[in-house]
């Protein structure tokens, strides 16, 4: 919507001038193939950034998460997460539909899974009658707990962890780029201690659409027959993929501005006095703010009519993400808006 200030999430940006054309002039083939030339560049870029032998572009983080699940499992197994995890949240059920999955959620700091959490939960392997725990799941950064990141002793813990009871470990790292931004640890840093890594091009980076998978070359080559089976097997996709090569390309380093523009905001909105700072140390592009008189509905509704869009973070909550489509300028007047909005 034009004359918006949009902070519902990073996904509403659309893409730049720049990276239209590079999708105006992608050279494609057809993926069922693999004759894409342009998708063959980024995922081979992708396996270049993210240090794993392969990679696999498909359409959404849904998908890219649910595809290293299905890989992982069979039907009746169990899965461990953050009660505020992504794929228990938002990814509607589909660890249970697509792959017969349980779910084990529990309820973390920051999100953060530890092994005093986590290792009594781990189903005895003797006891045929539980669930199999199978995968251990991790998001980084936490989308509900605020953009939160895993320091690398908190990720090397928990995969020892994975490793001494033969278990997967998976990251949901749909804004992994903003973990690298902020911590200053690479990427491959990161993904280094996982079976598989799934990010998001069409978060903060900018592109309209498009995940990537990536993990050994075993992996992707089953992965691949799950995407094709779940319908995600594109064709000439190589123009999706020229702006997710532009966005890894042009958008990686520029994260930190968004992290400044969200402190600014969370600054504010703590000076009002109005609300409840849930995430205290922002750390990347989100925050999640209680109000403390004024009920979310309502507060969604007169926010919007000044021109302000927030989203519903958990329960109880308001959230704000920034991102490369919402300036420095637009920030002020949204603490604006929140001032006339809310004292
Ligand atoms: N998150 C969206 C909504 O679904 C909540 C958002 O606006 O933040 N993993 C994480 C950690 C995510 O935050 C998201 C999207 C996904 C996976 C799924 O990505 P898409 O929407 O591309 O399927």
């Keep these: 919507m034009k004359n918006l200030i949009d902070l519902r999430s990073d996904t509403v940006t659309r893409p730049s001038e720049a990276m239209r054309k590079a999708m ?18 980024l995922q081979e870029y992708a396996v270049e950034l993210l240090g794993k032998q392969e990679a696999l572009f498909v359409p959404s983080g849904v998908m890219g998460n649910q595809i290293c699940l299905n890989v992982h499992t069979q039907p009746g197994d169990e899965v461990i997460c953050d009660a505020d995890a992504h794929i228990f949240q938002y990814e509607s059920g589909s660890p ?35 669930p199999r725990t199978k995968l251990i799941e991790i998001e980084n950064t936490h989308n509900r707990a605020g953009g939160t990141i895993y320091k690398l002793d908190e990720i090397e813990k928990m995969q020892s962890l994975a490793k001494k009871y033969n278990l997967k470990f998976h990251l949901d790292g749909a804004r ?57 097997g594109m064709r000439q996709a190589g123009i999706l993929a020229a702006a997710g090569l532009y966005a890894l390309k042009n958008n990686i ?8 523009k969200v402190k600014i905001l969370a600054k504010h909105i703590v000076e009002t006095g109005k609300f409840e700072l849930i995430n205290k140390d922002v750390e990347t592009n ?8 004024k009920n979310i509905e309502e ?45």
């Design 24 to 41: 105006y002039e992608a050279e494609v083939g057809d993926d069922v193939f693999k004759e894409d030339p342009t998708l063959n560049k």
């Design 96 to 130: 249970a539909v697509l792959s017969g999955l349980q779910l084990y959620p529990i309820k973390c700091e920051r999100g953060i899974l530890t092994p005093e959490k986590v290792e009594p939960l781990i189903r005895p392997t003797s006891a045929y009658y539980m």
């Design 176 to 232: 992994l780029w903003n973990a690298s931004v902020a911590s200053g640890i690479k990427v491959n840093e990161f993904a280094s201690y996982f079976d598989s890594v799934s990010v998001c091009l069409s978060k903060g980076l900018g592109a309209p659409v498009g995940s990537i998978i990536a993990g050994s070359k075993e992996f992707i080559n089953e992965a691949f027959r799950v995407r094709k089976a779940l319908g995600g």
């Design 253 to 260: 380093e520029r994260l930190s501005e968004d992290h400044e």
């Design 286 to 293: 989100i925050i999640i703010f209680k109000p403390l008189e």
């Design 299 to 343: 507060a969604l509704a007169e926010c919007k009519k000044h021109g302000l869009m927030l989203s519903i973070g958990q329960i109880g909550t308001l959230r704000s993400v920034t991102h490369l489509d919402v300036s420095f300028d637009q920030i002020h007047q949204a603490c604006e808006i929140i001032t006339k909005v809310f004292t």
